[in-house]
């Protein structure tokens, strides 16, 4: 019988060790990398909190372009045709010429803001129907002129916006600190409706920080007050909310297969929900936070972590498939944790402002994982720390 266990045991340490990815290349950037990158043809683009666009070879990793905004970039760029669309946290948005880098328009939204430690992202711009639509920290929603540029209209929501925009059946869908969540008519901004969160004793106005995400008919979003919420889309009307008692939920769930998928703040896990019933179905434990949308690549869910390691799980069971560790993790892994992977001795997330801020420096010195996984085929693409990695996986 002991044959026979420690037969399965290296059998599965084999096949987990076989699904390790391989690391195609690695880029460096000279910030830190925020948001999630896009791709077009065999070209990635990605912001930097050095304030650069950059555009990489997706095969290579070799540099394409590199456009100097002025100003930390924390969100995603979006590609519409020939036309590159990215914002910074100056409240500068550019348009800019995929093929030549030439700046087809630039403008620039005053009030900008960063909320505390913890608001990573800015809202990143999305296209519908010829208008470019995104948040402010002035607390408006803006749409744009594509082409040029010009203001089209502007909702105001009365507190600080660095959601993304979900378009749905010609709406805008998106949240604010101010803990309301709106459905805007998207040609007019005119609201349809407006969803108040439930807010918590410590976070009264329940705070919506990221994007939503959309299916079944169905609009699902975290919020600052421990929930997340799946909203009737055309109504508004609270279909379920499930608390996580102790712990923001900060990342935009990702569907499929009838489950909502959603890291975690404080309480440091993956979690899969039942997309009907808001039900729990299986949940990892994790050393740190999630902050962003996870991923799908077959019959796994990707998910990066604040402590530098990038998961794949089975979706249906939570159990891991493979994870990946970047170099700054191994590196700096003893600032935060012991040998066994809890807080080392001394080190507390939270204090005092200025103990906060070296909590904070040494959770990023892991190399922490802020972007979704970008899935293309077998290879995988994220950002850990001011490294844009390209992973070759097994897929499935």
Known sequence: MRKFILLGLCLNIFMYLHAVPKVLWKYETGGRIV???????????????????????KRSGKLISKFDSGSPIRSKPTVSGDTLFFNNANGDIYA??????????????AGEKRVD???????????????????????????????????????????????????YRERVYIGSYGGRFYALDAATGLPAWDFKTVGDTYFPKGDVQAGASVAYDRIYFGSRDF????????????????KELGSWIIATPAIADSLAFAGTSDTHAFCCFDAFTGAERWRVSLNMRVYAEAAFQGTNVLFGCFNGKLYCADRKTGSIVWEFQSDDSRANWHKVYDAVG??????????TEAETQKAEDDIASLGSILTSPLVDGDTVYFGSGRYCYALETQGD
């Open 227 to 242: 929930n997340i919420y799946a909203l009737n889309a055309e109504t508004g009307t609270g279909m379920w909310n499930t």
């Open 342 to 351: 809890n807080f080392r001795e001394g080190f507390a997330l939270y204090g």
């Open 117 to 167: 430690f913890w608001d990573y992202y800015l809202s990143s711009p999305v296209i519908h129907n010829g208008l470019m639509i995104i948040g402010s920290g002035n607390g408006s929603v803006y749409a744009l002129d594509a082409a040029t540029g010009r203001e089209k209209w502007t909702f105001q929501t009365g507190d600080v916006v660095h959601a993304d925009p979900l378009l």
């Open 96 to 109: 800019l010429h995929i093929r030549t880098g030439s700046v087809l328009w630039k403008t620039t939204i």
């Open 35 to 57: 948001g999630t990158f896009s791709q077009k043809d065999n070209k990635l683009f990605l912001g930097s909190e050095d304030g650069c666009l950059y555009t990489l070879d």
